[in-house]
Every structure is written in C-alpha cells, then in structure tokens.
C-alpha cells in the first residue's frame, strides 16, 4: 500500500509541476483522432445487422441537398 500511495503522490505532483497544466481532452478525443477506422467499422456493424449505409460527411451532404 506505501508503493501504491508514493506512486500516487509523485504522479500528482509531476501534474501539478507540468507545463502547460493538464488539459482534457474530451470525450470524442479518441473518435477524432481515428476517424476513417471508426466510419469503416461502423459501416460494417451496420452490415452485421442486415443493413446497408453509406458515410457522408455533413459538408458533403449539404452540398447534395438542393435549395
């Protein structure tokens, strides 16, 4: 447990010592940083249940959308 809790102290304090500080990098972080695997993978998911779809980025399809 002393192993476990000086392990601990010294991560904290290269934290707090960083520069520049900690910064989140969100939720989507992983998604944007591999976006065309996540497409295929997806797509594929969607065969896996019988059903069929295509990728389009939303730049994409407003310029497909008459008006």
Do not use: C, F, W
Not at 14 to 41: C, F, I, S, W
């Amino acid at each position: 447990m002393v192993a476990v809790a000086q392990t601990i102290v010294v991560r904290v304090s290269h934290m707090r010592n960083a520069k520049p500080p900690y910064q989140e990098l969100g939720a989507e972080y992983v998604d944007r940083l591999n976006a065309d695997h996540l497409k295929r993978m997806l797509l594929k998911r969607l065969e896996r249940l019988g059903l069929q779809g295509t990728a389009q980025s939303r730049a994409e399809r407003s310029l497909a959308l008459p008006g």
